[in-house]
């Protein structure tokens, strides 16, 4: 059973999942929801599976044709319905989850899910590739802050921050496979900058959010520390990508969305 179990969370895109619930966690446990943050947790990390186990399913006939070792679905380790049953089931709880936390906050995480499954089913083939990644990641501290009893809007920085961060951990993401993905004809921004422009983009925007974050930070040392361990970060990551380790380099912008999501609880920087 566990051998069935195993391909089927590859399915999910682990890594990137975990990140992002692990980051909403954090920031709803310095948000002061206390128990609370456990339904935070339910919802994002179920709407974040939803939207890995859907794009490996919508995908399978692309990753199968380009021989994708790493795609559970395409190398038949899992079967398509199964990924496909488990998208819907974990999109099911998301939402009811999601209602769990109020009306605006349920509105809030709703909408960057969907924009995951918009990029999934459409845009990941348009020049505007981008803007679903930075909606989902700029709504990810509002889902927190307009959770009940808080329900208020997080500070514009903390938003602006995530969209920023969403917006590299697109490029970073889809550079591996350029040129696999323009053979079975998607051609999302990424594609259109080439992978030079869209290596340097990666490091903007994430140099942007960064700095917002630093800036955000009321505490000079802690913006300091948090700036520091940044721009090492981000440096890291243009290393990666310089010497062509394009997933190392993903994960290193995966990784930053993590540390600067802990740094600014453990900062106690207000998100509102």
């Given amino acids: 059973m566990l051998r069935g179990v195993a391909p089927l969370l590859r399915a999910a895109h682990p890594e990137p999942s975990a990140a992002v619930t692990l980051a909403a966690t954090a920031l709803a446990v310095g948000a002061g929801l206390g128990a609370r943050a456990a339904l935070v947790t ?37 079967a398509a319905r199964t990924v496909l049953v488990a998208a819907v089931a974990a999109l099911t709880v998301c939402v009811v989850a999601s209602a769990a936390l109020g009306p605006a906050a349920a509105a809030a995480h709703l909408v960057g899910v969907g924009a995951g499954w918009i990029y999934n089913l459409w845009a990941k083939r348009t020049v505007l590739s981008i803007v679903p990644w930075m909606v989902a990641f700029g709504l990810l501290p509002a889902v927190v802050t307009l959770t009940l009893p808080l329900d208020r809007w997080p500070a514009g920085w903390i938003m602006a921050a995530g969209a920023l961060l969403g917006g590299g951990a697109h490029l970073a993401n889809a550079i591996p496979d350029l040129e696999e ?79 600067l999501a802990v740094g600014v609880v453990l900062t106690g920087a207000a998100l509102a």
């Fill in 181 to 259: 993905d323009r053979a079975a004809g998607v051609e999302g921004l990424p594609h259109r900058l080439g992978r030079a422009r869209a290596l340097w983009t990666t490091a903007a925007l994430v140099a942007a959010g960064v700095a917002l974050v630093t800036y955000g930070v009321a505490s000079r040392t802690a913006a300091t520390v948090i700036g520091v361990a940044g721009a090492i970060g981000l440096a890291w990551v243009v290393a990666a990508g310089l010497r062509r380790r394009d997933r190392a380099a993903f994960r290193g912008v995966v990784a930053l969305l993590l540390l």
């Fill in 42 to 78: 339910l919802a994002v990390g179920s709407g974040q599976v939803s939207i890995g186990w859907s794009n490996d399913w919508l995908d399978r006939d692309r990753d199968r044709a380009g021989r994708r070792v790493d795609k559970p679905v395409a190398q038949d380790q899992v």
